[in-house]
């Protein structure tokens, strides 16, 4: 008679072989870029050390610390007060605020070194009035201003839910104990939505590792300068392996502070917050609304109208019928990429929640979410070497040229994006809720369709939708591996961005966004954000 | 009929994205169905791939190529389907993809990157009478693997309001301490500035150019900027007094803004010349249209194409038998530098060592 233990392990061994190969998949960038190892250049090493790391080992982390700093304070505040205050317009504010996820950074990038240029606006006026003009490019906080407004709602729409999933009698009990909103903040909410926070800020923070763009056009030194230099300037790919991979190291131990921080903790789901908890004076309500709108006015308002001034002067010289191909391409990569890799994050959840699940099973799922703070070029290379030598070992085109390349770098690369938001649900789920199906007699596959489907629906919805923006946003893997004919907006806004045209990149930056608004709506719409 | 075109394509597009999408809509385990889906996309799209057309892999902008492959497929009616990327990216990309490379051109905006692909044995040499005639020898590889098509000057840009022309000689004077706070430069990363300190390398020998690069790194009134553009946009708001720009950019510039109070000087007329730089290409090794492809880059290095470069993209054409457009023309005539273009080429990897110790960023 067959043991527990070894009944089980008999029925695992498929879902292991599935996940392995999963595993594999998602690993095969980092393990490409692993072997870079064995080949190594020390001549190149030691001019690097000689001459750029130290450099750029402080600019990287003086620019984590500001876009720690500022993706906190935005995310964290704006959060904390659209939950707890009531006031005019909080509704439409709380939904507004997430919109700059919709802009690219690049994209705001230029337009705020178009708006702060010597010639524009704001130097004339500064000069007129007597003050020296300021030169955003110096020092750190123009790419970190840059990055954290562009990066904040991911850590504001992971602080909101958490927040607003806070006990009320918790909150009650406080007051009643002589505790104000500063004290409720600090000593309860904040600790409460720790692990929340900490998850949104280490994507923001894997999202720099990773940029390109936006620290290219400040002409800001970062560690991924290092990696292109080895790469374009020495033409070493083993060198800029070996960076990269020092760079997921780094994201590595990021990703294990999160961890830690979070501990053993679950959330589940308690008695939402029905209404704001603390009342404000009239005074103090308009305040606040003021404060918001004008906070959207800066970070939004300004770049739209910008950008919509460009477009006005451009449009006859730019505008024609190819806009609506690469609009339909940038809508396509989107839509296909979203739907795979959120049914892969939702299978490797599922298989994560299983009581039985393996520390191998959970480890393994933990590493192949790491792609994401790979940079894109990077990331696209390891895949193209690769799929070039599978080509050639099966004397086959089917491994490059089509859609495939191009869809194993958004996988790899978004899968962490997609993992976040489905698990958050798996673990509201409880326990007592299966406990109870399971014990009249529902089948696996009414359990699937008609207990775990209708509960994960609003994380499978806004994984989906994450997905779909961020793919969207994409610029490096689509520029490298994307197949004839499938040049998106993304792509049409570097081409002439590259060439300083900014004004002519203005029209498709402006789709862009629309596409990114239309998300977020339809996020709003589908009960997916509050 | 461009529009029926273009609705063809996004119906297709979106019924390979649809289906896949119901396949894994449907699918209760969607690890394995959402792999096979990525197979299937694979074989859709290899279908969809244009095999009859001429692929050209350019790195040069779209913008800035599409209008002369529009007109050498309205002449010839040969089909053209491009694939634009970043120079190292593509030529990665033609490593990778080997004998199966549907790639039959590879068009780069530099020499150093042309250099850099000939180098990985990507093309096959051109017995062309008609390039030997149209463009000279300094323009083109030795082993005729690729050629120029485009030159532009990479030159000395300055204030009218606040410096004589009489002040100004060469790349090298930019170092002395008398523009101290007054210069500003583009970030050393772009392919230009390695091609000019290349040239500078082969001219004077490192530790000359090393000095110097240490001078203009004392003399820079701001950080180095990302763009030519904006090295121009800080000398007309008085931040700096003199710079080094593309004349193509300049171009760009004088074409926004007439009035701008800035000028050309052509460095180092007294010696080497000044550094040009071309945009080329060459044939693909793999390519299975070779007579067409040698005959597009031909067409390339002759009427109309010729004159579109200066017409369309401020450029100098490489085919010294045409004339500039009159805009050009009225920036003077300058004596080039006539050292070839591969040299620069193999040099570029010292040159960027040498400014990155400088620490010209």
Redo the contacts between chains.
């Keep these: 008679m067959l043991s527990n233990t070894l009944k089980h392990r008999l029925t695992q061994w498929p879902v292991n072989l599935v996940m392995g190969f999963l595993l594999i998949i998602l690993l095969l960038p980092t393990l490409q870029l692993l072997s870079g190892w064995f080949d190594s250049d020390p001549q190149l090493w030691q001019h690097f050390a000689d001459t750029l790391l130290l450099d750029l080992i402080s600019n990287t982390l003086l620019l984590l610390l500001g876009v720690t700093f500022g993706t906190l304070v935005l995310g964290v505040g704006l959060a904390w007060l659209v939950v707890m205050f009531e006031f005019p317009g909080r509704r439409w504010l709380s939904w507004l605020l997430l919109l700059p996820f919709a802009m690219p950074a690049y994209v705001l990038a230029f337009v705020f070194l178009g708006v702060f240029d010597y010639s524009g606006t704001v130097q004339n006026t500064l000069s007129q009035l007597g003050w020296t003009p300021i030169d955003i490019r110096e020092g750190v906080w123009g790419p970190a201003l840059v990055l954290s407004l562009v990066f904040y709602p991911y850590v504001y729409i992971l602080s909101k839910t958490a927040f607003a999933n806070q006990s009320i009698t918790l909150i009650e009990t406080a007051q009643s104990l002589g505790c104000g909103a500063n004290c409720i903040f600090w000593r309860v909410s904040l600790p409460l939505a720790r692990p929340a926070i900490a998850a949104g800020l280490s994507l923001a923070l894997m999202e720099t590792l990773a940029d390109f763009g936006t620290v290219e056009l400040f002409n800001y030194a970062t560690f991924t300068t290092a990696i292109y230099s080895a790469w374009e300037d020495f033409r070493s790919l083993a060198v800029a392996a070996q960076l990269s991979s020092l760079l997921l190291l780094f994201a590595l131990l990021l990703l294990g502070t999160e961890r830690l921080t979070r501990g053993k903790r679950r959330y589940n789901q308690q008695a939402r917050l029905s209404s704001p908890p603390f009342t404000l004076s009239r005074k103090a309500q308009w305040g606040m609304s003021l404060l918001l709108w004008g906070f959207l006015a800066l970070t939004l308002g300004i770049p739209l109208l910008q950008l919509s001034l460009w477009a006005a002067q451009t449009l006859s010289q730019e505008w024609d019928a190819r806009y609506i191909d690469w609009f339909n391409s940038t809508l396509i990569l989107s839509v296909l990429a979203a739907l795979i890799t959120v049914a892969l994050a939702l299978f490797m959840n599922a298989l994560q929640s299983q009581r039985h699940a393996s520390r191998w099973l959970r480890f393994s799922i933990e590493v192949g979410k790491i792609g994401y703070a790979l940079p894109g070029i990077v990331l696209a290379i390891g895949i193209m070497g690769l799929l070039a030598t599978l080509n050639n070992w099966l004397n086959t085109q089917w491994f490059l040229g089509g859609l495939f390349a191009l869809m194993l770098a958004y996988l790899v690369r978004f899968i962490a994006v997609a993992y976040g938001p489905v698990q958050s649900r798996f673990l509201s789920i409880k326990p007592n809720i299966i406990e109870a199906a399971r014990n009249m007699g529902a089948s696996k596959w009414r359990m699937a369709w008609q207990i775990y489907l209708p509960l994960l629906k609003p994380g499978i919805l806004s994984a989906l939708l994450l997905v779909f923006m961020d793919v969207s946003k994409e610029l490096p893997a689509t520029y490298l591996l994307r197949p004839f004919g499938w040049d998106t907006l993304a792509i049409r806004i570097f081409e002439l961005s590259a060439e300083g045209l900014y004004e002519r990149a203005a029209i498709p930056s402006l789709l862009l966004l629309l596409i990114g608004i239309l998300g977020l709506w339809l996020m709003k719409r589908l009960g997916v954000i509050k | 009929m461009?529009?029926l075109v273009?609705l063809f394509?996004?119906t297709r597009?979106?019924s390979?994205?649809l289906g896949?999408?119901a396949v894994?809509?449907l699918?209760?385990?969607?690890?394995?169905?959402?792999?096979m889906?990525?197979?299937s996309?694979?074989?859709?799209?290899?279908v969809?791939?244009?095999d009859e057309a001429l692929?050209i892999y350019s790195s040069r902008?779209?913008?800035?190529i599409k209008p002369f492959l529009d007109a050498f497929s309205k002449e010839t009616g040969i089909k053209i389907?491009l694939?634009?990327?970043?120079?190292?990216?593509l030529i990665?990309?033609i490593k990778?993809?080997?004998a199966?490379t549907?790639a039959d051109i590879l068009m780069m905006a530099d020499a150093g990157n042309l250099g850099?692909a000939a180098s990985q044995g990507l093309f096959s040499p051109m017995q062309s009478p008609i390039l030997e005639k149209n463009i000279p020898a300094h323009l083109r590889d030795p082993q005729n693997l690729w050629t120029g098509l485009s030159i532009r000057a990479r030159t000395l840009v300055y204030s009218t309001e606040r410096v004589k022309p009489s002040e100004l000689s060469t790349y090298e004077e930019l170092a002395d301490p008398k523009w101290q706070g007054r210069l500003c430069l583009r970030?050393a990363?772009t392919v230009y500035n390695?091609s000019l300190i290349a040239s500078q390398i082969a001219h004077n020998g490192e530790a000359k150019t090393e000095q110097m690069v240490n001078g203009w790194v004392k003399n820079l009134a701001?950080?180095?900027?990302?763009?030519?553009?904006?090295v121009m946009?800080?000398i007309?708001?008085n931040?700096c007094d003199v710079g080094i720009v593309n004349t193509y950019?300049f171009g760009?510039e004088m074409a926004k803004q007439p009035e701008a109070k800035i000028a050309l000087f052509w460095a180092n007329q007294d010696s080497t010349g000044t550094h040009i730089n071309v945009s080329g290409a060459g044939v693909i090794k793999h390519s299975d249209q070779k007579a067409n492809a040698q005959k597009l880059i031909e067409w390339l290095s002759r009427d109309p194409a010729q004159t579109l470069y200066s017409e369309a993209n401020f450029e100098y054409p490489a085919n010294p038998n045409f004339a500039v457009s009159p805009q050009i023309a009225a920036w003077g005539e300058f004596k080039a530098d006539t050292l070839n273009l591969g040299k620069v080429a193999q040099l570029?990897?010292n040159a960027?060592?040498l400014m990155?110790?400088a620490?010209l960023?």
């Design positions: 461009k529009h273009n394509n996004t597009k979106w390979l994205a896949l999408s894994s809509g699918s209760l385990s969607p690890g394995l169905v959402g792999f889906a990525l197979g996309i694979g074989l859709s799209s290899q969809m791939a244009q692929v902008k779209e913008p800035l389907t694939y634009t990327g970043k120079d190292g990216a990665e990309r990778s993809e080997g199966s549907p850099y970030s990363n390695k701001a950080k180095p900027f990302a763009k030519d553009a904006e946009s800080a007309l708001a931040r950019y760009q570029q990897e960027v060592r990155q110790k620490g960023q």
